[in-house]
């Protein structure tokens, strides 16, 4: 009896790691969607489908100022209409997208007149990141930074 005590005790201890990082995942927030506010939401819808090659999806407003797009099996890319003005934006914040292949996704962009580049912008060659992901990037028309990488996390 005193050694299944001690033992049920130990598989406790044992579990109570496990059983926290559970409690914890259930709670912990995951990206549901990114909006980004444009001023010209058909140039930017445009854009978002035929050279992010992001598939539209309903959305619920049917207002004319929305469009929703799929970025991921349960993420979405909102564009929301309204913006008074293109700003300049800092590349720091900018939108990250992987590709399996990035010289195909550059071909992509190359036959559009897209234009990329690595973080400085003074070439076309992608960005080496220190762990051999590949990176580049680019703005939208509302002059959002996009990266488009290699990264398979």
Known sequence: MKKAFFTCIFLLFALLPFLKNTATAQISPTVDHITVYVVDLQKS?????????????????????????????????????????????????HLAFNVPVLEEFTAHLDQLKVKYGNWAGNSKSPELRPDGVKQIYFQDPDNNWIEVNTDKF
Do not use: C
């Not at 489908?49 to 959305?59: A, F, G, Q, R, S």
């Not at 004319?64 to 913006?83: C, E, F, N, S």
């Open 45 to 93: 819808t445009d854009f978002y489908k035929n050279v992010m090659l992001l598939k539209e999806i309903p959305e619920p407003f049917h207002d004319g100022r929305h469009v929703w797009l799929r970025i991921g099996p349960h993420t979405q890319l909102h564009i929301v209409k309204g913006a008074k003005e293109i700003i300049k934006r800092d590349i720091n914040i």
